[in-house]
């Protein structure tokens, strides 16, 4: 078992919660609190959630392992997250506790001591550019 | 090997000069022996000549503007004796033109596509810049339709009078003098070419008829015989220390006492290293941005703990710049001892009348008033008539008027350290009259403190005293730094007695140094979208709001987002592109948070800093 920083498990941990909120079981079970409370059962935004948080739940498990290629697929889907949440922002409909993890979320992981982390523990092989070209 | 017949072709040897010196057999020698070696693009078109058979197919034209200029003295009968003697009308100025009727387009294609000349090939430029630069790079072409430019054709003309020229005179030619100042010796080098073809034939800012360009060695006058200390080469329009390399730069090429210097294509302009060299246009606009990019820079990375992103500014004002390359490349003809051709010096002076009396443009005057496809005028004066620096102050040019010659470092020095010695015992004296004079007062102030009837004086003297303390205090402080000071002149001394000059590239804070090759280089995807891509986004931005699917700004954001987002396809940057939105996504978010949560926050901090406090302050109570 390899070392991991407290915040490593802290992210995963707020990336799993924040995917179970986005199931519908979540929804029945505590009505008001998830985001797709509210939509009926027969919307396709429902399944596009459910995939959403199937995949969220998979990038935290794997993020766990310290994989580089793990570190970017979260990168992504923080980023994507983060535009979901600007986009309900717009709509007056902002989901700030979301919105504030996800942000808390990306510049941890972008971090220095972090990204150094990924690095040293390489477990895919193929490089991945962690770093800024022109900041090398 | 030139001989001394044809050095003394437009001046006797001995002859006075007007700058106060006379120039000799030596100091030719003294050129000779320094000479560069210029080696040049293997598409170069041009090689420098001399004046003569150049003024033979001009003409001479004055007026005020484009519409009303005319023939003064025509084609065939312009020479050196009556450019010299010829005067402009008030009101109206002087340009030679070396292309009467520049080719059609006909002659174009048939001159393109005819004659064993090299062919120029390079990567594109234009995959090295960002997108604004692609934008300016049009911008630029689309203004040499509004601009007063050089008409097509003219250099394609010009190469075959200077092809026709060399036929008769094949010398490649330089135009030289000898500069004594103080214990400098300052050789200048001057290079006329018939034409800058930078625009035409290297894809460059642009063209002139004519061309002079410049080398400089600076040679120390020492006791035991003269010996070469630095070079100092133009570029373009630069000046001051950057400009010149010391002799045992390890960049610098010689081949014995021959420093090699190479050609950017059609530009002609100089350079120590072989390589392409980006020529941008800096946006000052933006220098005042730097401190606040310094700024983020540093809470970025000091305070978030992000990755150093690098000198924003310097990255910025790279994407922000319209990029021209000039290639030095060396790889055609070289010129100068022991090459392809040797050099034929020929001395020139104030006492030359076409280079003193003639202040008009040597090529066409185009009128373009950002300059650039505008002729230069002759070795010693600028466009607008006044003396060039490189022509009465070859010193001041790179840099040099505040520096003496090596040799006289050691005795430099030495004087430098007794004049702070001195200073240091004059400081040391007033500190030893204080240090005598103040206990004394303090005991009088101490005694008239004792008496309330002599509060008026006391407080008078008391000040006294305070000035004195604060006196010394300063003096002691000057000396300690005159002590640092002696202490550095003494070590330089040291170092300087033991044969060490220090390091040669100290001066150069900005040295123009060749783009490095992995990043000349691209794949031929990538430099053709680079082509491309300009015109690409403007097409498809006109395409979205003609067709009302987006408006203008969303269209804009649209057609911006599909560029970066090819661009980092094509470079293999996807992770990267993906990382900065995340975390400009971020960023936004954070913002709005803060916004939107102004009040808590402020209230969370002050709750905060009190717990804080009381924290601290309890400890601090109960560990007593």
Same mark, same amino acid.
Not at chain 1, 103 to 129: E, K, M, W
Not at chain 2, 425 to 437: F, S, Y
């Given at each position: 078992?390899?070392?991991?920083?407290?915040?490593?498990?802290? =992210?995963?941990?707020?990336?799993?919660?924040?995917?179970?909120?986005?199931?519908?079981?979540?929804?029945?079970?505590?009505?008001?609190?998830?985001?797709?409370?509210?939509?009926?059962?027969?919307?396709?935004?429902?399944? =596009? $959630?459910? =995939?959403?948080?199937?995949?969220?739940?998979?990038?935290?498990?794997?993020?766990?392992?310290?994989?580089?290629?793990?570190?970017?697929?979260?990168?992504?889907? =923080?980023?994507?997250?983060?535009?979901?949440?600007?986009?309900?922002?717009?709509?007056?409909?902002?989901?700030?506790?979301?919105?504030?993890?996800?942000?808390?979320?990306?510049? $941890?992981?972008?971090?220095?001591?972090?990204?150094?982390?990924?690095?040293?523990?390489?477990?895919?092989?193929?490089?991945?550019?962690?770093?800024?070209?022109?900041?090398? | 090997?030139?001989?001394?017949?044809?050095?003394?072709?437009?001046?006797?040897?001995?002859?006075?000069?007007?700058?106060?010196?006379?120039?000799?057999?030596?100091?030719?020698?003294?050129?000779?022996?320094?000479?560069?070696?210029? /080696?040049?693009?293997?598409?170069?078109?041009?090689?420098?000549?001399g004046v003569e058979s150049y003024l033979a197919e001009c003409d001479l034209l004055m007026g005020k503007t484009e519409r009303d200029q005319e023939v003064v003295v025509p084609h065939g009968k312009v020479t050196p004796e009556v450019l010299g003697n010829y005067i402009a009308e008030p009101g109206k100025s002087l340009y030679l033109r070396l292309v009467q009727k520049p080719l059609n387009?006909?002659e174009?294609?048939?001159?393109?596509?005819?004659?064993?000349?090299?062919?120029?090939?390079?990567?594109?430029?234009?995959?090295?810049?960002?997108?604004?630069?692609?934008?300016?790079?049009?911008?630029?072409?689309?203004?040499?339709?509004?601009?007063g430019t050089v008409p097509g054709g003219t250099a394609a003309a010009a190469q075959i009078k200077y092809?026709a020229a060399?036929?008769?005179?094949?010398?490649?030619?330089?135009?030289?003098?000898?500069?004594?100042?103080?214990?400098?010796?300052?050789?200048?080098?001057?290079?006329f070419?018939f034409m800058n073809?930078?625009?035409?034939?290297?894809?460059?800012?642009?063209d002139h008829e004519a061309d002079?360009?410049?080398?400089?060695?600076?040679?120390?006058?020492?006791?035991?015989?003269?010996?070469?200390?630095?070079?100092?080469?133009?570029?373009?329009?630069?000046?001051?220390?950057?400009?010149?390399? /010391?002799?045992?730069?390890?960049?610098?090429?010689?081949?014995?006492?021959?420093?090699?210097?190479?050609?950017?294509?059609?530009?002609?302009?100089?350079?120590?290293?072989?390589?392409?060299?980006?020529?941008?246009?800096?946006?000052?606009?933006? /220098?005042?941005?730097?401190?606040?990019?310094?700024?983020?820079?540093?809470?970025?990375?000091?305070?978030?703990?992000?990755?150093?992103?690098?000198?924003?500014?310097?990255?910025?004002?790279?994407?922000?710049?319209?990029?021209?390359?000039?290639?030095?490349?060396?790889?055609?003809?070289?010129?100068?001892?022991?090459?392809?051709?040797?050099?034929?010096?020929?001395? #020139?002076?104030?006492?030359?009348a076409w280079v003193?009396g003639y202040r008009g443009l040597f090529g066409l005057d185009t009128h373009d008033?950002?300059?650039?496809e505008r002729s230069p005028a002759g070795?010693?004066y *600028?466009r607008a008539g006044?003396?060039?620096?490189?022509?009465?102050?070859?010193?001041?040019?790179?840099?040099?008027?505040?520096?003496?010659?090596?040799?006289?470092?050691?005795?430099?020095?030495?004087?430098?350290?007794?004049?702070?010695?001195?200073?240091?015992?004059?400081?040391?004296?007033? #500190?030893?009259?204080?240090?005598?004079?103040?206990?004394?007062?303090?005991?009088?102030?101490?005694?008239?403190?004792?008496?309330?009837?002599?509060?008026?004086?006391?407080?008078?003297?008391?000040?006294?005293?305070?000035?004195?303390?604060?006196?010394?205090?300063?003096?002691?402080?000057?000396?300690?730094?005159?002590?640092?000071?002696? *202490?550095?002149?003494?070590?330089?001394?040291?170092?300087?007695?033991?044969?060490?000059?220090?390091?040669?590239?100290?001066?150069?804070?900005?040295?123009?140094?060749?783009?490095?090759?992995?990043?000349?280089?691209? *794949? #031929?995807?990538?430099?053709?979208?680079?082509?491309?891509?300009?015109?690409?986004?403007?097409?498809?931005?006109?395409?979205?709001?003609?067709?009302?699917?987006?408006?203008?700004?969303?269209?804009?954001?649209?057609?911006?987002?599909?560029?970066?987002?090819?661009?980092?396809?094509?470079?293999?940057?996807?992770?990267?592109?993906?990382?900065?939105?995340?975390?400009?996504?971020?960023?936004?978010?954070?913002?709005?948070?803060?916004?939107?949560?102004?009040?808590?926050?402020?209230?969370?901090?002050?709750?905060?800093?009190?717990?804080?406090?009381?924290?601290?302050?309890?400890?601090?109570?109960?560990?007593?």
């Amino acid at each position: 078992m390899r070392g991991r920083p407290w915040g490593i498990w802290i =992210v995963v941990g707020l990336q799993i919660a924040l995917a179970v909120t986005l199931l519908p079981v979540f929804a029945e079970t505590f009505p008001g609190i998830s985001p797709v409370d509210g939509i009926s059962q027969t919307d396709r935004w429902r399944d =596009v $959630y459910m =995939v959403w948080a199937v995949l969220n739940v998979l990038a935290a498990l794997w993020l766990w392992t310290l994989s580089r290629r793990a570190w970017a697929l979260t990168m992504l889907l =923080v980023g994507i997250g983060l535009s979901a949440n600007l986009v309900l922002w717009l709509v007056n409909e902002p989901n700030w506790l979301r919105m504030a993890i996800q942000a808390a979320t990306a510049f $941890y992981l972008n971090s220095a001591p972090v990204r150094a982390l990924f690095q040293r523990h390489d477990v895919d092989g193929d490089p991945i550019v962690l770093r800024d070209a022109e900041s090398a | 090997m030139a001989n001394a017949t044809d050095i003394s072709r437009n001046r006797p040897l001995d002859a006075p000069a007007a700058t106060g010196t006379v120039q000799t057999a030596a100091d030719v020698a003294l050129l000779q022996k320094y000479e560069p070696i210029v /080696r040049y693009n293997h598409a170069e078109l041009f090689f420098p000549t001399g004046v003569e058979s150049y003024l033979a197919e001009c003409d001479l034209l004055m007026g005020k503007t484009e519409r009303d200029q005319e023939v003064v003295v025509p084609h065939g009968k312009v020479t050196p004796e009556v450019l010299g003697n010829y005067i402009a009308e008030p009101g109206k100025s002087l340009y030679l033109r070396l292309v009467q009727k520049p080719l059609n387009g006909i002659e174009l294609a048939r001159w393109q596509v005819t004659g064993d000349r090299p062919r120029f090939h390079a990567p594109g430029r234009l995959a090295r810049v960002g997108l604004f630069g692609r934008l300016v790079d049009a911008g630029f072409n689309v203004s040499l339709l509004l601009r007063g430019t050089v008409p097509g054709g003219t250099a394609a003309a010009a190469q075959i009078k200077y092809a026709a020229a060399r036929e008769d005179d094949p010398r490649y030619v330089y135009y030289g003098r000898v500069i004594r100042r103080g214990d400098w010796i300052s050789l200048h080098y001057m290079y006329f070419y018939f034409m800058n073809d930078y625009r035409s034939t290297f894809h460059g800012v642009n063209d002139h008829e004519a061309d002079w360009e410049q080398v400089f060695i600076y040679i120390e006058d020492a006791p035991d015989g003269p010996a070469p200390v630095w070079i100092a080469a133009a570029a373009h329009d630069y000046i001051g220390d950057q400009l010149r390399r /010391r002799w045992d730069d390890p960049t610098l090429i010689r081949e014995g006492d021959h420093p090699v210097v190479f050609a950017g294509g059609g530009s002609h302009a100089t350079y120590f290293e072989q390589g392409e060299y980006m020529t941008s246009a800096p946006i000052s606009a933006l /220098r005042w941005a730097t401190g606040l990019l310094d700024a983020g820079r540093a809470f970025w990375v000091n305070s978030l703990r992000q990755p150093d992103p690098g000198d924003l500014a310097a990255t910025l004002e790279r994407n922000l710049s319209a990029s021209f390359v000039d290639y030095a490349h060396g790889d055609g003809a070289t010129v100068g001892p022991g090459h392809d051709g040797d050099w034929s010096p020929i001395l #020139i002076s104030d006492a030359d009348a076409w280079v003193d009396g003639y202040r008009g443009l040597f090529g066409l005057d185009t009128h373009d008033r950002f300059g650039g496809e505008r002729s230069p005028a002759g070795p010693k004066y *600028g466009r607008a008539g006044q003396q060039r620096m490189t022509w009465h102050d070859p010193l001041g040019f790179a840099g040099l008027d505040k520096a003496d010659p090596p040799f006289q470092w050691p005795t430099a020095l030495a004087e430098r350290e007794s004049e702070l010695n001195k200073d240091a015992m004059d400081i040391d004296a007033k #500190i030893g009259h204080l240090t005598d004079t103040l206990p004394g007062l303090a005991l009088e102030v101490q005694a008239l403190a004792a008496d309330g009837g002599m509060a008026s004086l006391y407080k008078q003297r008391a000040a006294a005293l305070s000035a004195g303390e604060l006196d010394l205090r300063g003096l002691r402080a000057q000396a300690a730094a005159l002590q640092d000071q002696i *202490g550095a002149v003494r070590r330089e001394r040291a170092q300087i007695d033991a044969g060490d000059l220090g390091d040669p590239r100290a001066h150069l804070t900005r040295p123009h140094r060749p783009v490095p090759q992995e990043q000349v280089r691209q *794949g #031929i995807v990538v430099e053709f979208w680079s082509a491309v891509s300009a015109a690409v986004l403007l097409l498809v931005t006109a395409a979205l709001v003609w067709f009302s699917v987006l408006p203008w700004w969303g269209a804009l954001v649209v057609a911006m987002a599909g560029y970066v987002f090819i661009e980092s396809a094509l470079r293999q940057r996807l992770t990267q592109l993906m990382l900065r939105i995340s975390l400009v996504l971020a960023f936004v978010s954070v913002v709005l948070i803060a916004w939107n949560y102004h009040t808590e926050l402020v209230v969370a901090g002050v709750v905060g800093l009190a717990l804080f406090l009381l924290v601290d302050n309890v400890r601090e109570v109960v560990s007593r």
